[in-house]
């Protein structure tokens, strides 16, 4: 039985790689931070299916120990401080988590075991001011936030790390990735909880920034499938993962609002306080090297992730009228 660690397995990504190595007959362990109050929300169906241990990512020795303990096959890394917003609010944190933390993890393999395989979560943010559409594996990074500098940071120390130490050691470029487990903070999330909020009568409207914005959306339970085939090549590589469709917050707005029976441009709203210090105007990812070397393609389309999501808020938000 192979045994595999998850750091973020209580995150979106997390809790669907999470299911996707239990079904693969992984032995599955999760890293988690100590808090005063737990938050396994997206994990609670198969909690007891999984094992968390303690470690934090700013905290090198907790996560020496961890894998000592563990011994995992694979590592899949996906903490981080990932809410772009917040990176500007916080940007020393971010760097933190979401750079020194891929280093912190990195040097406990090298310290520990090199033979153990490595995922790290890069971003297609790390894209930003792009050079050219669409982006792949060999398009010049120009991030426009704090989380963008730092996953590029995390993504170049992968590289580093693999090519000095000869560990396997592999990084996803995922592009946007959605589904009803993302937080209420995401924009795609926020969408549809408000469509659903103001279909039942809770709200009136919904604030939003840049409604031209583009972005590639998938489905993250499709995107996890790439990160696991990542580590079963032979060789550690880098790959963006993407559907190779962009569309805008607006036709998003107008999808998930249409599936309720409503007309966006009824209730939503530009915010100029929501807009970002520097906009990420147009990502549109090449997958081309995803789909001929790992065989992955995504399954789920926009309309049917916008569809999912919208769906699953209506559910959600029905016992708040009861409530009234």
């Not at 659903?196 to 919904?206: C, F, M, N, Q």
């Not at 090549?233 to 607006?250: C, F, L, N």
Request: hydrophobic share 40%.
């Amino acid at each position: 039985m192979k045994k595999a660690l998850i750091t973020g397995i209580t995150g979106q990504d997390g809790s669907y790689l999470a299911e996707l190595l239990l079904s693969k007959g992984y032995q599955v362990f999760g890293m988690v931070r100590r808090a005063s109050t737990e938050n396994f929300e997206r994990i609670e169906h198969i909690r007891d299916t999984i094992e968390l241990r303690q470690a934090d990512l700013l905290d090198q020795l907790s996560i020496i120990n961890l894998i000592k303990e563990i011994r995992p096959d694979e590592i899949y890394n996906l903490a981080a401080q990932s809410f772009v917003p917040t990176s500007w609010e916080q940007p020393l944190l971010t760097a933190e988590f979401t750079a020194l933390g891929v280093c912190r993890v990195l040097e406990a393999i090298r310290l520990v075991d090199r033979g153990i395989k490595f995922y790290q979560a890069s971003s297609s943010e790390m894209f930003g001011k792009v050079k050219e559409v669409p982006q792949n594996e060999n398009t010049p990074f120009y991030p426009r936030s704090p989380y963008g500098v730092s996953k590029v940071y995390g993504h170049y120390l992968t590289i580093n790390y693999r090519e000095s130490y000869d560990l396997y050691a592999s990084s996803g470029i995922l592009f946007n990735h959605e589904s009803p487990r993302r937080g209420l903070e995401f924009i795609s999330r926020k969408i549809a909880h408000g469509a659903a909020r103001i279909k039942l009568g809770l709200d009136k409207e919904l604030r939003l920034g840049n409604l031209d914005a583009e972005r590639d959306w998938g489905f993250a339970g499709d995107y996890v499938e790439a990160i696991w085939r990542m580590l079963q090549q032979e060789r550690p590589d880098d790959y963006v993962v993407a559907t190779g469709v962009k569309h805008s917050v607006r036709e998003l707005a107008r999808l998930a609002f249409l599936h309720v029976g409503l007309d966006y441009e009824d209730f939503v709203v530009t915010d100029k306080k929501l807009l970002r210090p520097a906009e990420v105007d147009h990502l549109l990812g090449d997958a081309t090297k995803a789909r001929t070397r790992l065989g992955w393609k995504p399954n789920v389309s926009f309309e049917e992730l916008v569809r999912m999501m919208v769906e699953a808020d209506l559910e959600k938000v029905k016992p708040q009228i009861a409530r009234r």
